[in-house]
């Protein structure tokens, strides 16, 4: 079955960045795909980026871009998310998601000082 374990997650300082990453297995990777999608407290999901399965395309929503850098490396099965100038409203757990239905558990990120 699909499985998503997203990692890489944790605590930074204002301005800090980050990599999260999400190994996925029970599936085609390669050809999929794939998004990041967050939920900061309190808020609903709101959706940061998607790439193509050979890691040609990728979008972002308008507010992220500059900001976040979505990749792939199919050799491992793993889309990552590059954070950069991370800001306290950056503080959400962000999902790696395949097609809007297969989630993974989540990775927290929290930007505080």
């Known amino acids: 079955q699909v499985q998503l374990v997203e990692s890489g997650g944790g605590r930074v300082q204002p301005g800090g960045s980050l990599r999260l990453s999400c190994a996925a297995s029970?599936?085609?990777?390669?050809?999929?795909?794939m998004n990041w999608v967050r939920q900061g407290p309190g808020k609903g999901l709101e959706w940061v980026s998607r790439?193509?399965?050979?890691?040609?395309?990728?979008y972002y929503a308008d507010s992220m871009k500059g900001q976040f850098t979505i990749s792939r490396d199919n050799a491992k099965n793993t889309l990552y998310l590059q954070i950069r100038s991370l800001k306290p409203e950056d503080t959400a757990v962000y999902y790696c998601?395949?097609?809007?239905?297969?989630w993974g558990q989540g990775t927290q990120v929290t930007v505080s000082s």
């Open positions: 998601v395949k097609g809007f239905v297969d």
């Open positions: 029970g599936f085609t990777f390669s050809t999929t795909w």
């Open positions: 790439i193509d399965g050979g890691g040609t395309s990728t």
